[in-house]
């Protein structure tokens, strides 16, 4: 019998996964004011694959029944849909309070950057293009970017549980067919 659903277990996982998101996210949303803080997420969105196995793998071996393809690749997939929500909660708290001009600030950052490269001048159209929909307000909000951000990450997170669980669910066939 089992002691716990997939989704429980699930919902359980996707607390550190939300928290390592989090993480990712006030990455990018606080580089409007700390330029720097981008360079740290290379490291951190290479690190997501080996939080969620871990989580994963610590699901398969707590209920040794959810071994199967399907039952891994599903707890994988709502561990990083409850991930992503307690990462968009957080960071919309961040949108709101903190940061209400995100979008804004971050496309006038990037638009000071290109015009002040050597390279600008090929960039002028895109440049010109971006501006006027700067001030005819066309950028989207900072919620509907973070919306953007949750699907993302869920589709992301889904093609990575797939591999994930392709891989466990072969290597825990091949324990049980030879057993060391």
């Known amino acids: 019998m089992q002691k716990k659903s997939i989704y429980k277990y699930a ?49 398969s071996r707590l209920e040794p029944s959810y071994n199967k393809f399907s039952s891994l690749w599903l707890g994988g997939i709502y561990s990083v849909i409850f991930g992503t929500l307690i990462c968009m909660f957080l960071s919309a708290l961040y949108i709101v309070f903190i940061e209400p001009d995100f979008v804004g600030l971050y496309v006038g950052n990037a638009l000071t950057a290109i015009e002040s490269s050597p390279l600008a001048g090929e960039y002028e159209n895109s440049v010109e293009m971006m501006r006027r929909a700067m001030d005819a307000h066309l950028l989207p909000t900072g919620l509907q970017f973070l919306t953007t951000m ?14 994930m669980a392709l891989i466990m669910s072969r ?9 060391a």
Not at 12 to 25: C, Q, V
Not at 28 to 55: E, H, N, R
Not at 171 to 179: D, G, N, Y
């Open 171 to 179: 290597s825990s066939k091949v324990a049980r067919e030879f057993p």
């Open 11 to 59: 919902s359980e996982a996707g607390l550190p996964i939300g928290l390592y998101l989090t993480l990712m996210s006030m990455c990018l949303l606080t580089s409007v004011k700390f330029p720097i803080a981008p360079m740290f997420m290379l490291p951190l969105m290479l690190g997501f694959p080996v939080v969620l196995w871990f989580q994963v793998k610590r699901i």
């Open 150 to 163: 949750a699907w993302f990450t869920c589709f992301c997170g889904s093609i990575l549980s797939l591999l």
